[in-house]
């Protein structure tokens, strides 16, 4: 295949945001036991966009699951910040995620019956924290939706309600953005005026981790990392769509 294989050694060095290391997932199916994720190094460096792809059934999901803190690995250990998820308690855990992690996924997970500056706001208000107006209201703006603070859900098309789920997870200015398929439910326009955030976001030093299908999405990451039976098989940097593309063809054959 065209891509080069990925030998990315882990690292704890401080301009890294997201360390895998060694990371299997298994699990028992009626059919027996599946491997889901074998054996996966890799690590995200600090303000870097990187997209994960591969054929369905690949691990994609599960190792940005893991990264996330979302479910825990069968082995091998996943570090945010240097600091490793699997030395902390539920408490300890819920906080890093909170106060080091954004999350933006293909369902926009907004409550309809508030505003966008309620929503962006929530997760705040969950943690028993005083919400900064200026802060929701900013956010808010970074995302081009300033003026549509007070409208809920249900009076915004599918693109802005993604914004308003993108200013609730950049809100805490975190330093790993997690998104799955995050454009899969939108139009083209909507969807790469969504990637152009994510970009200018990594642009500005946080860190952006993506799975997705769609070989435009992928283009806009700086790096591209192929999973194919639960390893990564490959790599491009600095790839275009019609290259990503040609890569995904091959790994399905």
Known sequence: MTVQ????????GTDVAVTLDGLTRSYRSKAGRVDALRGITHAFRSGTFTAIMGPSGSGKSTLLQLAAGLDEPTS????IGGIPLGGLDQTELTKLRRDTMGFVFQAYNLLDALTAFDNVALPARLAGQRVDRAAVHDALARVGLRELARRRPPELSGGQ???VAIARAL??????LFADEPTGALDRHSGRVVLDLLRTTADQGQTVVMVTHDPL???????????AD??????LRDAD????????????Q
């Open 5 to 12: 294989q990925a030998t990315a050694p882990g690292s704890t």
């Open 76 to 79: 091998g250990r996943v570090l």
């Open 161 to 163: 309600q993604q914004r």
């Open 171 to 176: 809100h805490v200015r975190p330093q790993v």
């Open 217 to 227: 999405a992928a283009s806009y990451a700086d790096e591209v990392l192929f999973l």
């Open 230 to 235: 639960g390893m990564v098989v490959g790599r």
């Open 241 to 252: 769509a019609a290259q990503i593309a040609t890569a995904m063809s091959e790994l399905e």
